[in-house]
């Protein structure tokens, strides 16, 4: 299983990952932000909250997450950042 190391939100939606293999990727939240618990996100103050969560994703507070895998292999990368 994947593990996100670091989240670095940027502006505009946009998360800066790292991976523990070291791929960084920018990827865009604005598609998975619509109604229901994902309509807080819409808050740019309250997305820039995001942390790491114990299983290797991301959350906010509210309980709204992405695991790692669905992150690495589903979300398409605005950029892949390198050292």
Do not use: H
């Not at 800066?16 to 293999?21: A, G, L, T, W």
């Amino acid at each position: 299983m994947d593990k996100v190391i670091s989240v670095k939100p940027l502006g505009n939606y946009l998360l800066e990952i790292e991976f523990v293999d070291g791929l960084r990727k920018v990827i865009d939240i604005r598609p998975f932000i619509g109604k229901g618990i994902s309509a807080a996100l819409k808050d740019e103050a309250y997305f820039r909250q995001v942390k790491l969560e114990d299983g290797g994703g991301i959350t906010w507070d509210n309980g709204y997450d992405f695991c790692p895998n669905f992150l690495r292999d589903d979300v398409p990368a605005v950029n892949v950042v390198t050292a």
